[in-house]
């Protein structure tokens, strides 16, 4: 398995699995039918640092982003988004790619790292509580959850 910086060309092979993951509905505040190129523009944001995982074959198996979190005087706090291929899923991807992530960004001079939306039912929560973040607040019932109805967001943060 190899972490490497995404380039423009690696989109068609992580599109499959970003759309299966916002098709769903579960995870992320995006529009479950968010167009590919829509979704391109998103991820593959020039403002954004963009990773890879690829695996022994070359598959590109999940991808993450860096970004400031806010702007100006703020700018100094990042945001992040994680994907692992959903049948990948559980096999230690995420944190993988999640502890490069959170080094890069201590690297790239980032004070600290701020997730907005974190739909309080993702088994995800407990990857983050897990790596140092903590739950600031948690938005009641903001998210309308496909099996679950609506659920918190919550808001989470960790320093570098
Ligand atoms: C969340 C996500 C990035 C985690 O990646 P992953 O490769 O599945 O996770 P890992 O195998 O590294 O698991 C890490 C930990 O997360 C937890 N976890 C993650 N996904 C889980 C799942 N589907 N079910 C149960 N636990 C899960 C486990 O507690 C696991 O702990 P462990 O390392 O002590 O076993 C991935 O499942 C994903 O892309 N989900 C859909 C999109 C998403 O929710 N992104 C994050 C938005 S906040």
Redesign the pocket.
Same mark, same amino acid.
């Given at each position: 398995m190899q972490i490497r910086e995404a380039a423009a060309e690696d989109w068609p092979r992580i599109w499959p699995?970003w759309h299966r @993951?916002v098709a /769903?509905g579960?995870?992320?505040t995006w529009d479950r039918d968010t167009s590919e190129e829509a979704a391109r523009s998103l991820w593959m944001n020039p403002a954004k640092q963009v990773y890879v995982v690829e695996d022994e074959t070359g598959a590109i198996v999940?991808s /993450?982003f860096v970004t400031p979190n806010y702007g100006g005087p703020a700018a100094g706090i990042a945001n992040a988004?994680?994907?692992?291929? =959903?049948d990948?899923?559980?096999? !230690? @991807? !995420?944190?993988?790619?999640?502890g490069h992530v959170v080094e890069a960004a201590r690297g790239a001079g980032y004070r600290g790292m701020v997730?907005n939306?974190?739909?309080e039912t993702? =088994?995800?929560?407990?990857?983050?509580l897990?790596l140092g973040f903590e739950i600031l607040g948690t938005v009641p019932e903001a998210f309308d959850h496909p099996r679950h109805g609506r659920v918190g967001l919550h808001v989470?943060y960790r320093a570098l």
């Open positions: 699995f @993951i /769903a579960e995870t992320y999940a /993450a988004g994680f994907m692992v291929d =959903p990948l899923a559980g096999r !230690g @991807i !995420g944190r993988a790619l999640a997730f939306a974190v739909v993702n =088994p995800a929560v407990k990857l983050w897990s989470m």
